[in-house]
C-alpha cells in the first residue's frame, strides 16, 4: 500500500493590539504551549523596561546599531511606534522558518501590514480590548509606563482600532484563557491550509502543488 506523505512549510502568525491589549501575555502563553511556535525577537530602540532582558523580549539598540541594519537591508520591515523605533530582523524569522518553527510575530499595524504584502503566507490576527477603559485600566496595571507613556500609547490606540478590519481575524481579550484557546484554534485551523502543503507519494514522488 501506499501512503500518501504531507509536508507542511513553516507560517507567520503576526498579532497587532493596542499597547495594553494583552498580545505579550497571550503569546507567552502560546509559546509555552506549544513546542512548533517559536517567537521573532524584534530590534527596538526604546529603553528595556523593569525586568525585560536583552535577546529575550527584544534586541535592545541603539539608533546608530539600528539605522546601521537599516543600511544593510537586514529588517524585513521596521516602524516608528511611540516615538521609538522597532524592527523585524530578517536573520530572527528566516533562521526560526529554517528550523521548522512557525513564527509568532508581534507586530504594530504598520508593520502587520507591510509583512502582509510581503510575504503571502502570514496570518494576521487583531485583538481588541473590550473597551478603551479596559484597556487604560490594564495599562495603568501592568505599572511599567510613565504617565506621559500611557497618554500616548492610549491615543495611538484609537487609531489602531480603526484599522483591525485589515486584518485576517479579530478577537476581542475578554477572558483571557478564552483568547488564548481561540488564537490556538487560529493556529491549528491554519497549519491544515493546502497552500502551505506539499503532497507526496510513498516513493517522494511530489503529487501536489503540480509543476
Ligand atoms: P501588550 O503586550 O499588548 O502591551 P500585555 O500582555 O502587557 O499587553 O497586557 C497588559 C496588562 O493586561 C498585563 O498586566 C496583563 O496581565 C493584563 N491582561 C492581559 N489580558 C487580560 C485579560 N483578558 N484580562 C485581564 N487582564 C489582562
Ligand atoms: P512595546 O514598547 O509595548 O513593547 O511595543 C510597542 C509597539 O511596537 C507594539 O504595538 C508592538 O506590536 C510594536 N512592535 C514590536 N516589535 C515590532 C516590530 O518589529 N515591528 C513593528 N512594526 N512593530 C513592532
Known amino acids: 500500500m501506499i501512503e500518501f506523505e504531507l509536508k507542511r512549510t513553516g507560517m507567520l502568525i503576526v498579532v497587532s493590539a493596542p499597547s495594553g491589549g494583552g498580545k505579550s501575555t497571550i503569546i507567552r502563553a502560546l509559546l509555552e504551549a506549544d513546542s512548533s511556535l517559536d517567537y521573532s525577537i524584534s530590534a527596538t530602540t526604546r529603553e528595556p523596561r523593569e525586568g525585560e532582558e536583552d535577546g529575550r523580549e527584544y534586541h535592545f539598540y541603539t539608533i546608530e546599531q539600528f539605522k546601521q541594519l537599516v543600511e544593510e537591508d537586514g529588517f524585513y520591515e521596521y516602524a516608528e511606534v511611540h516615538g521609538n523605533y522597532y524592527g523585524t530582523p530578517r536573520e530572527e524569522v528566516d533562521s526560526k522558518l529554517e528550523a521548522g518553527k512557525d513564527v509568532i510575530l508581534d507586530l504594530d499595524v504598520q508593520g502587520s501590514m507591510r509583512l502582509h504584502k510581503m510575504v503571502r503566507d502570514c496570518t494576521t490576527i487583531f485583538i481588541l480590548p473590550p473597551s478603551m477603559a479596559t484597556l487604560e485600566k490594564r495599562l ?72
Not at 496595571?141 to 482600532?161: F, H, K, P, T
Not at 493556529?187 to 493546502?194: L, M
Open 140 to 211: 495603568r496595571g501592568r505599572g511599567q509606563d510613565s504617565e506621559e507613556a500611557i497618554q500616548r500609547r492610549l491615543e495611538n490606540a484609537r487609531g489602531e482600532v480603526r484599522m483591525a478590519d485589515q486584518y485576517d481575524y479579530i478577537l476581542v481579550n475578554r477572558d483571557l484563557p478564552e483568547t488564548i484557546e481561540n488564537m490556538k484554534t487560529i493556529i491549528e485551523a491554519q497549519r491544515f491550509r493546502a497552500s502551505r502543503m506539499v503532497v507526496r507519494d510513498g516513493f517522494g514522488t511530489v503529487l501536489a502543488p503540480q509543476a
